[in-house]
């Protein structure tokens, strides 16, 4: 069994057996992350094979006072980050809805229609604070995996979620029936 040094050590000398070792040990934790961003098992297992890579590839740019998997979580954050935002830019997010509404039997009409409303909601935010609403509210993430992940500190993420909901709430009123 191999430490995690050791396998940083190996990765930097470009050992194969710690690649297979980081890949035994941190691929399943990559996936994780990538999967409560993505939401779809395809798209996480291509974004862990990319993450791996990248993390080998990379391996120089490790700062060792860090943790090491919190340097990994945080590039596969932003690959699945990146990931979401082709999704975005080659799929229309209605028909994606409608089409994951017909497949998911369990799902109700009712459902289907606060997902599109809350999608529509969260295009009044940039791009970033809906990343950190959909992090924290839909995907679960606590504050500390969002300041891992996107090295901002807690107290911004906490100021950005508060005023993007400040901002939500003026239009709510749009989408869901508030009296």
């Not at 710690?18 to 798209?43: D, P």
């Not at 940039?126 to 995996?145: C, H």
């Amino acid at each position: 069994m191999m430490s995690e040094t050791e396998i940083v050590a190996g990765l930097k000398a470009k050992d194969p057996r710690a690649t297979t070792k980081f890949v035994e040990m941190y691929s399943g934790y990559i996936y994780n992350v990538c999967h409560k961003i993505l939401r779809s098992w395809q798209e996480a297992e291509e974004a862990t094979q990319d993450t791996c890579i990248k993390v080998i590839n990379k391996i120089e740019d490790y700062n060792s006072t860090s943790p090491f998997k919190a340097w990994v979580f945080t590039i596969a954050y932003r690959t699945g980050i990146d990931y979401k935002r082709k999704q975005k830019k080659f799929a229309d997010p209605e028909i994606l809805q409608n089409t994951a509404g017909l497949m998911d039997s369990d799902a109700s009409y009712e459902d289907l229609e606060n997902k599109k409303k809350i999608s529509q909601l969260l295009k009044h935010i940039s791009e970033e604070d809906a990343t950190l609403v959909q992090l924290y509210y839909l995907n679960e993430f606590s504050i500390k995996e969002i300041v891992e992940a996107t090295g901002l500190t807690e107290s911004n993420i906490k100021i950005k979620l508060f005023r993007a909901r400040r901002e939500m709430a003026k239009h709510i009123d749009k989408y869901f029936d508030t009296h």
